[in-house]
């Protein structure tokens, strides 16, 4: 990677653990994806329970794999009931997340179409742990809540093969449709347990 952007990403993820902080949020920085498993795993004791939803960003690092392969109590939703693993993962030590977008001073966004994985973020899990690429930043909510309708949403639902219009055209058109994963949206702006939410941001390019 150019040094510059490493330069850059360094500097502007400082800027986002500062506001995360004073959101009573706790924010990291790894340079790279190996640098993130190694500290996601040191912030995640071994027999915790664990779950996840469809976070690209998590799977990208190795850290689902580190989950299912080590000592963890991971819930796997695809190997059993999807509403009994959702369920199981609102008591669970640790729900791992990634943001479809962050601002600089701090908020975290989402949108999702179930509502499974905003839920959670909110309340449930004991311990929330995101992580996040440097792709994800956005000066500010407006822009934040943009990208998430505008990129991640019209990628996510090629990835998941939805019947909408974003599939067909590639752009946000604002629809309706049964299938979409426009449903709920998650603007987190603070915690009111500091040790609660913890962010890793990572200066690559990671999920979409």
């Keep these: 990677m150019n040094a510059n952007i490493i330069k850059r990403n360094e500097l502007l993820a400082q800027k986002v653990i500062k506001g995360l902080q004073s959101r009573h949020m706790n924010g990291y920085y790894a340079a790279d994806k190996e640098a993130a498993l190694k500290l996601a795993l040191s912030l995640i004791p071994e027999g915790s329970s664990v ?4 976070a690209a960003s998590v799977e990208e690092i190795g850290l689902k794999e580190a989950m299912i392969r080590g000592n963890y109590r991971f819930i796997d939703r695809d190997a059993m009931d999807r509403r009994e693993a959702y369920l199981m993962m609102y008591d669970c030590d640790f729900f791992l997340a990634g943001a479809n977008a962050l601002t600089e001073d701090g ?55 939805m019947n909408t219009p974003c599939l067909k055209t590639g752009s946000c058109l604002d629809c309706k449709s049964p299938d979409s994963i426009c449903c709920d949206l998650l603007l987190v702006r603070g915690s009111m347990d500091a040790e609660r939410i913890h962010v890793i941001l990572v200066g690559e390019s990671l999920g979409f």
């Design 51 to 54: 779950g996840m939803g469809g």
């Design 107 to 161: 908020v975290i966004v989402n949108l999702d179409g179930r509502g499974n994985r905003v839920s959670m973020i909110a309340y449930g899990p004991r311990k929330v742990l995101i992580i996040a690429g440097m792709n994800k930043v956005c000066p500010d909510v407006d822009s934040a809540v943009r990208r998430v309708r505008t990129t991640a949403a019209p990628i996510n639902a090629q990835r998941f093969q």
